[in-house]
C-alpha cells in the first residue's frame, strides 16, 4: 500500500516537458498490463494517421510503437509498482513524427543483436532500422524512450 501511495504521489508531482519545440498531438495513459500494448498501438496508427502522416508511416509507427510499449512493460516492472501506468505521447516537430513512451523504470534500454535461434532481444534493433532517429532520457520519475519517423517531408 505504502509504494502505492508513493507512485501516486509522484505521478500527481510529474510535470513532464516537452521539447519547446515538439507540438503534442495525443497522449494516451496505459495500465501496466500486457493487453495495453494493443491499444497503445491503435492510438499511435490512429494519431499519425489523423494527422496525415505520409506513405506507411502509421504502420510503421504502430510497430515501433508497440515494440517500445511491450518493452516498458516487460523489462520496466521489476522494481515498479504495478499500478504506475506507462505513458504513451505522440508528437510533431517539423517534419517529425516523435512518440515518446514513458514508465517509472529508470533502467537504461540496452540495444542488443539477437541470436538466430533467440525469441526475443530485436525490439530495439527494428526501431533503430526503421526510425529517423531513436533514443532514451532519464529523469526524476523515470525514463522515456522515443523514436522519430520522417512523416511530413
Known amino acids: 500500500m505504502e509504494e502505492a501511495l508513493k ?3 509522484a505521478l500527481t508531482e510529474y510535470r513532464y516537458t516537452m521539447n519547446p519545440g515538439l507540438s503534442p498531438l495525443g497522449e494516451k495513459w496505459i495500465p501496466r498490463e500486457p493487453g495495453s500494448v494493443a491499444s497503445a498501438r491503435r492510438f499511435v496508427r490512429d494519431v499519425a494517421t489523423d494527422w496525415k502522416a505520409t506513405r506507411d508511416i502509421p504502420e510503421i509507427a504502430e510497430l515501433l510503437a508497440s515494440e517500445l510499449v511491450t518493452n516498458a512493460l516487460a523489462y520496466g516492472s ?6 504506475s501506468p506507462v505513458r504513451v505521447t505522440v508528437g510533431r516537430e517539423r517534419e517529425l513524427l516523435t512518440v515518446d513512451v514513458h514508465d517509472a ?4 534500454p540496452r540495444l542488443r543483436r539477437a ?7 530485436r525490439g530495439l ?3 533503430q532500422d526503421l526510425s529517423h532517429n531513436w533514443g532514451w532520457t532519464l529523469n526524476p520519475y523515470g525514463k522515456s524512450v522515443w523514436f522519430q519517423l520522417t512523416a511530413w517531408p
Open 7 to 9: 507512485a501516486s504521489a
Open 78 to 83: 521489476s522494481d515498479v509498482s504495478p499500478m
Open 105 to 108: 523504470c529508470i533502467a537504461v
Open 115 to 121: 541470436g538466430d535461434l533467440e525469441i526475443s532481444g
Open 125 to 127: 534493433a527494428i526501431v
